[in-house]
């Protein structure tokens, strides 16, 4: 298993799911051109965090239904939704 799929598998977030799912599941979500942004809340037993993962669209449905596939995991956790939002926005 790699370290992309461990993280997911470690926050509990999905592989492939649809920004939908995402958004009403488990945090927030931003579509940004071709990819989405998702930015959920972790509990962490030194404390409360906040992580970031970058989704791409799987074909050219790019709506709230299209099918989105996990692109980046941040192995880095944030104090806040903001700067787990700079980190996605920040990757390739």
């Not at 972790?42 to 709230?64: I, K, Q, R």
């Not at 989105?68 to 920040?90: C, M, Q, T, Y």
């Amino acid at each position: 298993m790699n370290k992309m799929t461990e993280l997911a598998k470690e926050y509990r977030i999905p592989t492939q799911a649809t920004p939908e799912d995402l958004e009403t599941r488990w945090g927030k979500v931003i579509t940004f051109g071709d990819r989405v942004i998702f930015v959920g809340h972790y509990y962490h037993p030194d404390g409360n965090c906040y992580f970031a993962a970058v989704y791409e669209f799987l074909d050219d449905d790019h709506t709230c239904e299209g099918f989105i596939g996990l692109r980046e995991v941040s192995d880095k956790r944030f104090e806040d939704d903001g700067h787990a939002i700079e980190w996605a926005l920040n990757q390739k």
